[in-house]
């Protein structure tokens, strides 16, 4: 047994060492958390929250505790992620610094993405500025004509010298008029098929040319924004991977979105714990705790939600044990747009009519319609379920792929096809 | 289902894989389903010779495991007899061995556990009480009786009833639960074999007339069972968990590798994403089926605190993800899938009869709302 525990192991006794420091230093320098550590909105990420939060970051980062799994020469520490994860099992108690939406796009996406791909005179100069928290990074990523098809993207790179103009649209960019920079695909070749022609670029979003517009939600918050590229000039310095092989870099780049870049997704739960106390109380006020079916109802949640920690786990740890195969993220990606939606709709059956109306601002009754709304989210954002199922059949199941009828030819006869399909009078 | 195995467990797997092909494919499961036990001829010794009916019970009592995890190991065995199917009492004999070795067995009661190791004798697990109001057993009670007790009540689904020397008997004692160990040849016990929806196993309706059984028959002590109880209860309901995902998992692989050969249109029929997608929801719910079994294996090995919980989650999951992945095969096959001759309906009756043993999806969701106190 000695050596499966892994405490004989020298880089985890490190490890303990390492949390036990960490524990030391969180303990005197940031706040203790008050209550359950719940995601802001973008409704919540005023101008202060955001400076605090930054600040809190700048803290980490002159501590030694920001890039903790990042390589040495670009401003990280170069540990194992195993002293990432007891950093971050340590800070759980602790305030953090949340940038919504943008933490996860910057430091699991990203930059991640950034590291895989992006040249190493790039990366000195950038990954320091990302650390100290003076970099969020966003993906300019969808545009109007392609969201399932990233390969379409229509917004175009024109070279001009030693730097680049960028022309187009890209949407659903979330948090985007929050960040600093922005991760863009652009095409840089029209003259072959569309996987051939595509190309990166880490574009600044006070760019002169760049327009951010935020757009209002079905659930009223504005997470997602939507881009224009007017003449944006960005430097070949800044391009991310080569020329023309943005494909590869798109790849590692949904790989990581679909959750395989989490810094906390191998562990796994030790346990279910309690039951979801909000859809608990939701039963209680509705006189429902005896009813059988609001019962069912209330253990399904339980058990949906448990199951989907112990998968996540299982499929990181799939990653760990082999390739990072992007049909194995989908896994992940297709359980939580497929569960995410019946969950709250099951929270609407166990609180019944009364839960989805409430008085004044109550935001706390007015939960449960939120959570219906946002559920809609998760099977369309970062890849719709049938991309997902397309993922797994495909390169996990081993089925044929998709029959294509663009793939083979030269994108720009594609676009002048679409906009006059053979056929029409 | 695990992703990692020790040596010993490979070489664990592996056994016992070649030995299900040598002596019990799945022709031979089929050969065997208008017999009387289901069971080739000698293949309770020989498993035994394999230490299957050993895992749960101490060296020291005549057991021993691989890997000195007996859960874990009973339920990597579990798994392979689910993917041919296996006939015979493998997760009765297991309960039943597990319930003797931590009830601190009588001297008589110790010989019997010996024999079962040894494959000599069967014993199966009456859940009675300890599930009485799942509806699959009409509960079953003990009065004393002088210095004996009698069980009167019924049992109406009693897995490997038929093959079974010997019962282990979970009865109600006013709020208490106890347990007996019972010959099936006693006066006012009867054991009527029953025909069942899954022709690859034996099943049987026990009735229990004022069945006299002496004080020597009761197992454990008498107010101490409950816990004893609950343990049996997790250990049948992970193996026969573990079984439906070996089940499970080459039902899907002989769909998958149908889905690629099988042409339609000039096609193969998986590039149709109608058909790939069933596919992909399927994976995805035998994946997570095979995490959360895993988690329930882990827990009830470590005896953790909500092992129980963990388990009914599985035992719900996989019981009803298990049928819907059964049906998404069918759909894929097409009427072949619906002839005599196919495997596929073999598979469909084993996956959901395990998914009503030892208390359906339903039944576990009650008890997990229970568990946390509502």
Redesign the interface.
């Given at each position: 047994m000695g050596a499966?525990d892994g405490r004989s192991d020298a880089s985890s006794d490190g490890v303990d060492d390492y949390r036990r420091r960490a524990r030391a230093w969180l303990t005197t320098n940031l706040p203790p958390l008050e209550g359950a550590a719940q995601r802001p909105t973008s409704e919540d990420l005023t101008p202060e929250v955001m400076a605090a939060n930054r600040a809190l970051q700048r803290k980490l980062f002159e501590a030694g505790y920001a890039g903790i799994s990042w390589p040495k020469e670009y401003g990280g520490h170069g540990l194992s992620s195993a002293h990432e994860g007891a950093f971050l099992d340590e800070a759980s108690a602790f305030a953090m610094p949340d940038f919504g939406a943008l933490s996860a796009t910057t430091f699991d996406i990203c930059v991640p993405t950034m590291l895989t791909h992006g040249a190493p005179e790039f990366l000195r100069r950038f990954i320091p500025k990302v650390l100290s928290g003076d970099a969020l990074v966003c993906q300019f990523f969808s545009e109007p004509s392609s969201g399932s098809d990233l390969a379409g993207a229509r917004t175009r790179a024109t070279r001009d010298g030693d730097q680049w103009i960028l022309n187009g649209q890209k949407v659903w960019s979330t948090l985007a008029h929050l960040a600093d920079w922005g991760l863009c695909l652009t095409r840089t070749d029209w003259d072959v098929p569309k996987h051939r022609g595509l190309t990166w670029f880490a574009v600044p979003c006070d760019a002169p040319g760049l327009t951010i517009r935020p757009i209002r939600q079905i659930n009223e918050t504005a997470e997602f924004c939507e881009d224009f590229f007017d003449d944006v000039v960005v430097p070949d310095t800044d391009r991310i991977g080569a020329l023309n092989e943005g494909w590869a870099v798109t790849q590692t780049m949904l790989v990581l979105e679909r959750g395989a870049g989490r810094r906390d997704a191998a562990i796994?739960p030790s346990?279910?714990g309690?039951?979801p106390e909000e859809l608990?109380s939701l039963a209680q006020r509705a006189g429902r705790?005896a009813d059988?079916l609001t019962?069912?109802r209330?253990?399904?949640v339980?058990?949906t939600d448990?199951?989907?920690r112990?998968?996540t786990?299982?499929?990181a740890?799939?990653g760990r044990?082999g390739e990072l195969n992007p049909g194995l993220a989908?896994?992940v990606k297709?359980?939580r747009g497929?569960y995410t939606p019946i969950r709250a709709r099951l929270a609407v059956e166990i609180g019944g009519g009364p839960a989805m109306i409430w008085e004044g601002g109550d935001a706390k009754r007015a939960a449960t319609s939120l959570a219906y709304l946002n559920g809609r989210s998760a099977s369309i954002a970062g890849g719709t379920n049938?991309m997902?199922?397309?993922?797994?059949?495909?390169r996990?199941?081993?089925?044929?792929?998709?029959?294509s009828f663009d793939a083979h030819r030269p994108f720009n006869e594609v676009v002048r096809e679409a906009q006059n399909p053979k056929g029409t009078p | 289902m695990e992703?990692?195995l020790?040596s010993d467990q490979e070489l664990l797997r592996e056994s016992t894989s070649r030995f299900i092909a040598g002596r019990c494919p799945l022709t031979t499961v089929r050969g065997l389903v208008d017999s009387h036990t289901g069971v080739p001829e000698g293949y309770l010794r020989a498993a035994a010779d394999l230490g299957w009916f050993a895992l749960m019970v101490p060296e020291e009592q005549g057991g021993g495991n691989v890997s000195g995890d007996g859960v874990r190991d009973a339920a990597l065995i579990a798994e392979e007899r689910g993917r041919a199917l296996q006939p015979g009492p493998f997760v009765s004999m297991n309960v039943v061995a597990a319930a003797l070795a931590a009830s601190g067995p009588t001297e008589a009661q110790a010989a019997l556990l010996a024999a079962l190791c040894r494959g000599e004798t069967v014993a199966t697990w009456v859940p009675g009480d300890a599930t009485a109001d799942a509806g699959a057993d009409g509960g079953i009670t003990a009065t004393p009786a002088g210095r004996d007790f009698e069980l009167s009540g019924q049992a109406d689904l009693v897995q490997d009833g038929t093959l079974a020397d010997w019962l282990l008997v979970t009865a109600g004692s006013g709020d208490d639960l106890c347990q007996f160990l019972v010959r099936v040849v006693t006066p006012g016990l009867s054991v009527v074999p029953m025909s069942g929806h899954d022709i690859t196993q034996r099943f049987a309706a026990v009735t229990f007339d004022r069945v006299r059984v002496p004080t020597g028959s009761v197992v454990g002590e008498r107010g101490g069972c409950r816990r004893v109880v609950e343990r049996q209860l997790q250990l049948a309901c992970v193996l026969s968990t573990a079984e439906t995902i070996g089940a499970m998992d080459v039902l899907f692989e002989m769909t998958?590798a149908y889905?690629?050969e099988r042409t339609a249109f000039g096609?193969?029929i998986?590039?149709f994403?109608a058909?790939?997608?069933q596919?992909?929801?399927m994976?995805?719910s035998l994946?997570?089926g095979?995490?959360?079994a895993?988690?329930a294996v882990r827990?009830v090995q470590a005896e953790?605190?909500?092992a129980g919980?963990?388990v009914s989650?599985a035992k719900?999951?996989v019981g009803d993800t298990g049928i819907d992945i059964a049906q998404g095969c069918f759909q894929i096959f097409g009427g072949i899938g619906y002839t005599w001759e196919h495997d596929l309906h073999l598979f469909l009756r084993r996956i959901t009869m395990n998914s009503l043993l030892f208390g359906q999806p339903?039944w576990?969701?009650?008890r997990?709302?229970r568990m946390?106190g509502?």
């Amino acid at each position: 047994m000695g050596a499966l525990d892994g405490r004989s192991d020298a880089s985890s006794d490190g490890v303990d060492d390492y949390r036990r420091r960490a524990r030391a230093w969180l303990t005197t320098n940031l706040p203790p958390l008050e209550g359950a550590a719940q995601r802001p909105t973008s409704e919540d990420l005023t101008p202060e929250v955001m400076a605090a939060n930054r600040a809190l970051q700048r803290k980490l980062f002159e501590a030694g505790y920001a890039g903790i799994s990042w390589p040495k020469e670009y401003g990280g520490h170069g540990l194992s992620s195993a002293h990432e994860g007891a950093f971050l099992d340590e800070a759980s108690a602790f305030a953090m610094p949340d940038f919504g939406a943008l933490s996860a796009t910057t430091f699991d996406i990203c930059v991640p993405t950034m590291l895989t791909h992006g040249a190493p005179e790039f990366l000195r100069r950038f990954i320091p500025k990302v650390l100290s928290g003076d970099a969020l990074v966003c993906q300019f990523f969808s545009e109007p004509s392609s969201g399932s098809d990233l390969a379409g993207a229509r917004t175009r790179a024109t070279r001009d010298g030693d730097q680049w103009i960028l022309n187009g649209q890209k949407v659903w960019s979330t948090l985007a008029h929050l960040a600093d920079w922005g991760l863009c695909l652009t095409r840089t070749d029209w003259d072959v098929p569309k996987h051939r022609g595509l190309t990166w670029f880490a574009v600044p979003c006070d760019a002169p040319g760049l327009t951010i517009r935020p757009i209002r939600q079905i659930n009223e918050t504005a997470e997602f924004c939507e881009d224009f590229f007017d003449d944006v000039v960005v430097p070949d310095t800044d391009r991310i991977g080569a020329l023309n092989e943005g494909w590869a870099v798109t790849q590692t780049m949904l790989v990581l979105e679909r959750g395989a870049g989490r810094r906390d997704a191998a562990i796994p739960p030790s346990g279910p714990g309690p039951m979801p106390e909000e859809l608990v109380s939701l039963a209680q006020r509705a006189g429902r705790l005896a009813d059988p079916l609001t019962r069912q109802r209330l253990a399904r949640v339980h058990t949906t939600d448990f199951v989907g920690r112990v998968l996540t786990a299982r499929i990181a740890e799939m990653g760990r044990l082999g390739e990072l195969n992007p049909g194995l993220a989908s896994y992940v990606k297709l359980f939580r747009g497929t569960y995410t939606p019946i969950r709250a709709r099951l929270a609407v059956e166990i609180g019944g009519g009364p839960a989805m109306i409430w008085e004044g601002g109550d935001a706390k009754r007015a939960a449960t319609s939120l959570a219906y709304l946002n559920g809609r989210s998760a099977s369309i954002a970062g890849g719709t379920n049938e991309m997902q199922r397309n993922g797994i059949a495909e390169r996990a199941l081993g089925m044929p792929r998709e029959p294509s009828f663009d793939a083979h030819r030269p994108f720009n006869e594609v676009v002048r096809e679409a906009q006059n399909p053979k056929g029409t009078p | 289902m695990e992703l990692t195995l020790t040596s010993d467990q490979e070489l664990l797997r592996e056994s016992t894989s070649r030995f299900i092909a040598g002596r019990c494919p799945l022709t031979t499961v089929r050969g065997l389903v208008d017999s009387h036990t289901g069971v080739p001829e000698g293949y309770l010794r020989a498993a035994a010779d394999l230490g299957w009916f050993a895992l749960m019970v101490p060296e020291e009592q005549g057991g021993g495991n691989v890997s000195g995890d007996g859960v874990r190991d009973a339920a990597l065995i579990a798994e392979e007899r689910g993917r041919a199917l296996q006939p015979g009492p493998f997760v009765s004999m297991n309960v039943v061995a597990a319930a003797l070795a931590a009830s601190g067995p009588t001297e008589a009661q110790a010989a019997l556990l010996a024999a079962l190791c040894r494959g000599e004798t069967v014993a199966t697990w009456v859940p009675g009480d300890a599930t009485a109001d799942a509806g699959a057993d009409g509960g079953i009670t003990a009065t004393p009786a002088g210095r004996d007790f009698e069980l009167s009540g019924q049992a109406d689904l009693v897995q490997d009833g038929t093959l079974a020397d010997w019962l282990l008997v979970t009865a109600g004692s006013g709020d208490d639960l106890c347990q007996f160990l019972v010959r099936v040849v006693t006066p006012g016990l009867s054991v009527v074999p029953m025909s069942g929806h899954d022709i690859t196993q034996r099943f049987a309706a026990v009735t229990f007339d004022r069945v006299r059984v002496p004080t020597g028959s009761v197992v454990g002590e008498r107010g101490g069972c409950r816990r004893v109880v609950e343990r049996q209860l997790q250990l049948a309901c992970v193996l026969s968990t573990a079984e439906t995902i070996g089940a499970m998992d080459v039902l899907f692989e002989m769909t998958r590798a149908y889905a690629t050969e099988r042409t339609a249109f000039g096609r193969a029929i998986g590039s149709f994403q109608a058909v790939k997608h069933q596919l992909a929801d399927m994976s995805l719910s035998l994946e997570a089926g095979k995490a959360i079994a895993v988690a329930a294996v882990r827990a009830v090995q470590a005896e953790q605190h909500d092992a129980g919980e963990i388990v009914s989650m599985a035992k719900a999951w996989v019981g009803d993800t298990g049928i819907d992945i059964a049906q998404g095969c069918f759909q894929i096959f097409g009427g072949i899938g619906y002839t005599w001759e196919h495997d596929l309906h073999l598979f469909l009756r084993r996956i959901t009869m395990n998914s009503l043993l030892f208390g359906q999806p339903d039944w576990h969701r009650e008890r997990i709302c229970r568990m946390h106190g509502l």
